[in-house]
């Protein structure tokens, strides 16, 4: 199904504002800004935003760690105040300021991140029998290719697949984790063929290209929706950067080659989908740079949500309510 051009607008403008945010946690990092890391997402933000951008309210999402979560903030309408002040240790983010990256935004059902790769193997399945039962609602859960060595990810697979659950697998393959490469851990090129072996419908998909990541989620939700069961949606992305700021960035113990990162470079999500946006007159020149400008003044809007919120000092209480162990 192709896109309208207000579905197409809508899609360029998550993805400026992604880009903007993502180079905001860069700069804020570098600054001694933000408490924990940061994964940088550069030139790999179209797959989050595609595939979070027409969820519907009910529908469960679980973001990727990469620029952590980012992309699929931007997408999901989350506020992004928040999201900042719960990376600056402020009183006003979404988990009281206590998690830096292993966030959650409980009341919009976004699940965030866990320290634990492919921890959310085990409860997408019961995330999927919920959203089953509830019948107007699906999951869409993201992650990598360097989760998809998880034992569980097959168990959830196979469940998902039996019990014709509404669950999107979506796999950001960016060739790497950290410093092994995809294809030292994964005997076949497509992650999705794994899915394939479960019988469940599997896509791989440029994820350079906005467009194409959300035209494939929305055929998926549609599919779940209709309690056709789940999909394995692949979207072959990049790695500019080094795993998370101050790492080296190895590949197999060695320096990535540098002319390889050049090439990568190439295909920014941004200059392909402006290219389009301008060729097909979607938008013209003067509306990109009013969304330009928008995404600019949001993000000082934003930081000076985080930066004005109080320290987090939550009391011994405090902290014992979220310990469940
Ligand atoms: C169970 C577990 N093993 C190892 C790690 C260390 N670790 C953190 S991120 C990461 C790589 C993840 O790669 P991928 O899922 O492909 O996402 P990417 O960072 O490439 O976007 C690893 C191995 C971890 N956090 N948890
Ligand atoms: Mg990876």
Not at 135 to 162: I, K, P, T
Not at 204 to 232: C, M, S, Y
């Amino acid at each position: 199904m192709a896109l309208g051009k207000e579905q197409m607008k809508t899609l360029y403008r998550n993805l400026v504002r992604a880009d903007h945010f993502d180079k905001m946690m860069m700069n804020r990092i570098m600054q001694g800004k933000l408490i924990g890391f940061y994964h940088p997402g550069d030139g790999a933000m179209a797959a989050g935003v595609g595939a979070s951008t027409f969820l519907g309210e009910n529908d469960i999402l679980n973001p990727h760690h990469r620029a952590h979560g980012m992309a699929y903030m931007a997408g999901k309408g989350i506020d992004v105040g928040r999201y900042l002040a719960e990376h600056t240790g402020k009183a006003d983010g979404c988990c009281g300021g206590r998690s830096s990256f292993h966030w959650s935004f409980p009341e919009q059902k976004v699940y965030g991140a866990s320290g634990f790769i492919g921890w959310h193997f085990c409860p997408v399945v019961g995330w999927g029998w919920a959203s089953k039962r509830k019948g107007n609602q699906v999951v869409l859960m993201a992650s990598g290719d360097g989760s998809y060595g998880q034992g569980g990810a097959h168990e959830a697979m196979l469940s998902a697949m039996n019990w014709k659950l509404p669950i999107i697998f979506f796999c950001e393959n960016n060739g790497m984790a950290i410093h092994s490469t995809a294809d030292d851990m994964h005997p076949m090129p497509d992650i999705s063929s794994l899915a394939q072996g479960y019988g469940m419908p599997a896509v791989v998909i440029d994820g350079q290209d906005v467009f194409a990541v959300a035209e494939t989620v929305i055929a998926a939700r549609k599919h779940a929706l209709a309690g056709k069961g789940p999909t394995f949606v692949e979207a072959k992305t990049v790695r500019l950067r080094e795993h998370d700021v101050g790492t080296p960035d190895l590949a197999r113990a060695e320096p990535r080659d540098p002319e390889y990162l050049e090439e990568l470079k190439q295909r920014d999500p941004l200059v392909l989908a402006t290219k389009r946006v301008l060729a097909e007159k979607v938008l013209t020149q003067k509306q990109i740079d009013k969304i330009i400008k928008e995404a600019e003044e949001e993000v000082v809007v934003v930081e000076k949500f985080a930066d004005d919120s109080p320290i987090a000092l939550p009391s011994i209480e405090e902290l014992q309510a979220g310990v469940y162990a």
